[in-house]
């Protein structure tokens, strides 16, 4: 890791890198933390999606990077505009988890795994594949990807590092 | 909703006051569990981007032990009592004299559900009082406790905002005992349609 510049995305937020560097997005919960990557061109994108759908956005004005479905095509936009191609884009995400289980779950609290779906469902519209994911579970997850090798690294208090 | 971004200065002092007598009720009950005097900082009250909101307690990657609660009734919201490692080990000595292992990093089933009880026994202590203050019914959920990173675990109570917008209003309070050796977070986030009820429970509502 020396030299490698490091971009921050915070949450309900998005952006993308070229050139090696890094992308990273901390504390995530049932956030999904979804990166796009063309390796060719070695452009990168990654979104903290907080909420699965623009459907219930009630803000005046959407921040495109909250919402599942609004925040992938943005996101692939951004990317097409540096250069890449959009059909050799390959998706990963992790994230998406149920911190806390109760019981009787009303809709609200099962925020992570719809997260999830929600990501997935829109990247099959958008025919991007997905070439790995770690999602669910009960924790909280940091992750960082690196542009220059694809690699996206998961942190997490009870495992540790994975990478994926 | 715009109506957030222009509360007026005796609302939020009205809120202040909200976190201080649930707050100062919750610090009598920890201080009557653990026999020691527990000092209490000024409520803050404040609308912070969600990326700030966990900055108050050190960082999105800060890893602490965070016991959440639903609040139902009239005004429901969402209530985490978040304490640090250092503090919870403490807690645990103190209170039941479990020994916390300092190379074991986990915490057993027996110590989690120590912490999620006195975390159950504060926010209690905090909406009982805050509902004979504003005559409006408030009931704690069960509690549900997490040991993991402080963004991870309050961005869970940020998802009723999140469809209005990029910040949420908090009220916390933070307790300290004996000069920081323990220190607790007390985080009140009503849902944005529950502080008109709250304002004009206690007469101050405009309309």
Redesign the interface.
Known sequence: MTGQTLVKV????LNVVDGGALLKT??????VGLTLYDSKSGIAGMAHV??PSSD?????QI?LA?YADTAIPELLNRMTVLGANMNRVQAKMAGG?Q?????GQSD?LR?GPRNVESCMSMLNRLRIPIVSHDTGG?????IEFDSGSGILMIRS??FGIKEI | MAEFKNFEAFELDVLKEVGNIGAGNAATALSKLLNKPVDMAVPKVSLLPFEEIAELVGGAEQVVLGVFLRVEGEAPGNMFFLIEENSAERMLNQLLSLRHDEGDKGYSEMELSALCEIGNILAGSYLSSLADFTQLPMMPSVPAIAHDMAGAILSYGLMQYGEMGDSALLIETTFLEDHQSLEGHFFLIPDPGSFGKIFRSLGVGRE
């Open positions: 915070g949450m309900a937020d901390t504390g995530l919960g049932s956030c907080m909420l219930i956005a009630r803000e005046a921040n909250k988890a911190m806390f289980a109760f019981a609200t925020i009960n924790y909280g997850r940091t208090v009870q």
